[in-house]
């Protein structure tokens, strides 16, 4: 199956900081979705993207559908401690019937 | 007011035994799926169901037979289990197809000894 790649793998920041990660494919995807998962529990939906170009917040969280299709991007502002986790993007492609996930991103946060 | 949730959060197990793991959702949708997630955070899935009807069964060992008694109901057995079967399983669920919206439940840790 089709596996998204995430980068960067992991992240040790600042608090304050501002974070950005990306997920590309080498399939064009119609729905991106990004998670976030904290240590012992399940991802949990942050925000869904469902047309190229668009750009969603939640909170201080921002994400954007590419407009190759092939990408999505996050972003979080003035990153806090409890933004610790890992983040996943899933994307569903134009022909498929389910979602793939990316490999993750690995956020720490130093207070 | 639990969406999704499974039954047991943890369950440790000799290799070679016969195992289930339970799936609820509450949130009346009509899709539930099964992800293995390994020890490298890569989540992958195994099986979905639409109204209890299959309809992803990507490459998975036969020893693993979900079951899904009605559509907020998805459980999953697992027959002689092995070593590598040792992982993280989620329990998803989506309104309609395979492509809305997933809503993961808080995962079984599966340890084989």
């Known amino acids: 199956g089709q596996q998204l790649n995430q980068s960067p793998q992991s992240m040790f920041i600042q608090e304050g900081e501002d974070v950005s990660m990306n997920c590309t494919s080498s399939?064009?995807?119609?729905?991106w979705l990004w998670y976030k998962q904290e240590p012992g529990e399940g991802p949990v939906l942050l925000i869904a993207l469902y047309k190229a170009g668009e750009l969603t917040s939640n909170g201080r969280l921002t994400a954007q559908f590419g407009i190759t299709r092939k990408d999505s991007f996050l972003n979080i502002s003035a990153s806090i401690p409890s933004d610790v986790g890992i983040y996943f993007c899933?994307?569903?492609?134009?022909?498929?019937?389910?979602?793939?996930f990316g490999t993750g991103t690995s956020l720490t946060v130093i207070p | 007011d639990t969406a999704v949730s499974q039954t047991p959060k943890y369950l440790v197990t000799q290799m070679g035994n016969d195992k289930s793991i339970k799936c609820e959702q509450n949130?009346?949708?009509?899709?539930m799926y099964w992800y293995k997630q390994d020890s490298k955070k890569f989540l992958k899935i195994m099986f979905s169901?639409?109204?209890?009807?299959?309809?992803i069964n990507e490459t998975v060992p036969n020893r693993f037979s979900p079951k899904s008694p009605d559509k907020a109901h998805l459980n999953l057995h697992i027959n002689s289990l092995e070593l590598g079967d040792s992982a993280v399983y989620f329990c998803?669920?989506?309104?309609?197809?395979?492509?809305?919206?997933?809503?993961f439940g808080p995962g079984t840790r599966l340890t084989v000894l």
């Open positions: 949130l009346g949708h009509d899709t």
């Open positions: 899933a994307g569903s492609p134009n022909t498929g019937n389910q979602f793939y």
């Open positions: 998803a669920s989506s309104h309609s197809g395979a492509t809305d919206t997933q809503y």
């Open positions: 399939s064009i995807f119609n729905t």
């Open positions: 169901y639409n109204n209890k009807e299959l309809i």
